[in-house]
Nanobody
């Protein structure tokens, strides 16, 4: 079993920044793609960003140029640097990890991000 622990959410004013972290631990031989999703009240969960195990990232159009995803493979941790935050970025943010053997998807517990003045 793989456990994911998220941190870094909070309340920030429009235009501000936050950095989310998600650390994976448990029974896994290696980690593949790591990513972030978010779910706003009354809406479905949506993709935010992916970072692949070797090279490459992928972003939702709504966050391109403002958010940066990165990973530290030695720490089994994925980060999401969020800049120029907007009220519409308000949501619960979830990390998702593809872990081997399997592969299998694992989700974090979610961390609240609120952008408001």
């Amino acid at each position: 079993q793989v456990q994911l622990v998220e941190s870094g959410g909070g309340l920030v004013q429009p235009g501000g920044s936050l950095r989310l972290s998600c650390a994976a631990s448990g029974s896994m031989s290696r980690i593949g793609t790591m990513g972030w999703y978010r779910q706003a009240p009354g809406k479905e969960r949506e993709f935010v960003a992916h970072i692949f195990s070797v090279l490459g990232t992928n972003y939702a159009d709504s966050v391109k140029g403002r958010f940066t995803i990165s990973r530290d493979n030695a720490k089994n941790t994925v980060y999401l640097q969020m800049n120029s935050l907007k009220p519409e970025d308000t949501a619960v943010y979830y990390c998702k990890v593809v872990a081997f053997p399997g592969p299998a998807d694992y989700w974090g517990q979610g961390t609240q991000v609120t952008v408001s003045s």
